[in-house]
């Protein structure tokens, strides 16, 4: 797991609004003590413009040790949020402070956590389009002790991505295809003979296939599932579908995943690519997947 340090190379500091002001103000101090050659304005002026110094150490430690990597991050769909984690490790005996982790200008999130703690920090985001989508970069900053001074690291780019499934279009039958040993055309399982039970409605699901006295008695939408005695194979081809690239793509994308939930056997035709018929995770999975990057 790639992993991304904190350190004074890519560490950076800045004085705050407040530590602005407040420098200007023991100026100001100075300026009377000398003029007035006053020692307890001196003693003051001395021990706050000391105070400050120690500030900006702590400020910089409050950061320096601190370890950023990517937690779990699973693919989904296009148009849906992308939910992802960072993992903040603490591998000091020390404490941490009003930790803020910068997303894109997004610094709503600040945490504390103690001597060697690891911190998963769950994010989302949403995303629009299929293929590959790299995680962006991270940035953390820190306002602690005082306020007076600003400190933050470059941006963390460990170049992270993941996979993004084509959006399923609506819902629309599947193909009349051939069994493997027979000569009989088979469809999608659509009869109300081969009722099998509920699951939890899915945008696209066929009107006709909902459960609306479920929905009636105040229980949510669902969808109602279909079983055949014999399972049936289909292919689904390039050639199955019309319009636009993108819209055949979503489209063989919707029939993949109402074949997986019911079922039955699938391979797709595309050109170029063709994937034997099966019916598994790992054929879900790899079907989506030449999808996302067609």
Same mark, same amino acid.
């Given at each position: 797991?790639?992993?991304f340090?904190?350190s004074?190379?890519?560490?950076y500091m800045?004085?705050?609004?407040?530590g602005i002001?407040?420098?200007?103000?023991?100026?100001?101090m100075?300026l009377?003590?000398v003029?007035?050659?006053?020692s307890?304005?001196y003693?003051?002026?001395?021990?706050?413009f000391s105070?400050?110094?120690v500030?900006?150490?702590?400020?910089h430690?409050?950061?320096?040790?601190i370890?950023?990597?990517?937690?779990d991050?699973?693919?989904?769909?296009?148009?849906?949020?992308l939910?992802?984690?960072?993992i903040?490790?603490? !591998?000091?005996?020390?404490? !941490?402070?009003?930790i803020?982790i910068?997303?894109?200008?997004?610094?709503?999130?600040?945490?504390?956590?103690?001597?060697?703690?690891?911190?998963?920090v769950?994010?989302?985001t949403?995303?629009k389009t299929? #293929?590959?989508?790299?995680?962006p970069p991270?940035?953390v900053?820190?306002?602690?002790?005082?306020?007076?001074f600003?400190?933050?690291? !470059?941006?963390a780019?460990? #170049?992270?991505?993941?996979l993004v499934y084509?959006?399923?279009?609506?819902?629309?039958?599947? $193909?009349?295809?051939?069994?493997?040993?027979?000569?009989k055309?088979?469809?999608g399982?659509?009869?109300?003979?081969?009722?099998?039970g509920l699951?939890?409605?899915?945008?696209?699901?066929s $009107?006709?296939?909902?459960?609306w006295?479920?929905f009636a008695?105040?229980k949510?939408?669902?969808?109602?599932e279909?079983?055949?005695g014999?399972?049936?194979?289909?292919?689904?081809?390039?050639n199955?579908?019309?319009?636009?690239?993108e819209?055949?793509?979503?489209?063989?994308?919707?029939?993949i995943?109402?074949? #997986?939930?019911q079922? &039955?056997?699938?391979?797709?035709?595309? $050109?170029?690519?063709? &994937?034997a018929?099966?019916?598994?995770?790992?054929?879900i999975?790899?079907?989506?997947?030449?999808l996302?990057?067609y």
């Amino acid at each position: 797991m790639e992993e991304f340090c904190l350190s004074r190379k890519n560490l950076y500091m800045l004085p705050t609004r407040h530590g602005i002001i407040f420098s200007l103000v023991l100026l100001a101090m100075l300026l009377v003590a000398v003029n007035y050659n006053n020692s307890l304005a001196y003693i003051m002026c001395f021990t706050l413009f000391s105070t400050v110094m120690v500030s900006m150490l702590y400020t910089h430690r409050n950061l320096e040790g601190i370890c950023l990597s990517y937690g779990d991050c699973r693919p989904v769909f296009a148009g849906n949020n992308l939910s992802y984690t960072i993992i903040l490790r603490n !591998r000091s005996e020390r404490d !941490r402070y009003d930790i803020g982790i910068d997303i894109r200008g997004d610094q709503s999130r600040r945490r504390d956590f103690s001597a060697n703690e690891t911190l998963h920090v769950e994010c989302n985001t949403k995303v629009k389009t299929r #293929g590959w989508y790299k995680l962006p970069p991270v940035q953390v900053n820190t306002h602690f002790p005082l306020g007076l001074f600003f400190s933050w690291s !470059r941006q963390a780019k460990m #170049g992270r991505k993941t996979l993004v499934y084509p959006r399923p279009a609506g819902w629309k039958e599947f $193909p009349v295809r051939y069994a493997e040993s027979s000569n009989k055309p088979m469809q999608g399982r659509n009869s109300n003979d081969d009722y099998s039970g509920l699951r939890q409605y899915r945008k696209g699901d066929s $009107p006709q296939h909902i459960d609306w006295k479920t929905f009636a008695r105040g229980k949510g939408l669902h969808s109602k599932e279909f079983l055949g005695g014999d399972m049936p194979l289909m292919m689904f081809s390039w050639n199955d579908t019309q319009g636009d690239k993108e819209q055949r793509i979503s489209l063989l994308t919707r029939w993949i995943i109402e074949a #997986g939930v019911q079922g &039955i056997r699938f391979g797709i035709d595309l $050109p170029g690519y063709y &994937i034997a018929p099966s019916n598994d995770e790992q054929q879900i999975a790899k079907c989506l997947k030449i999808l996302a990057l067609y």
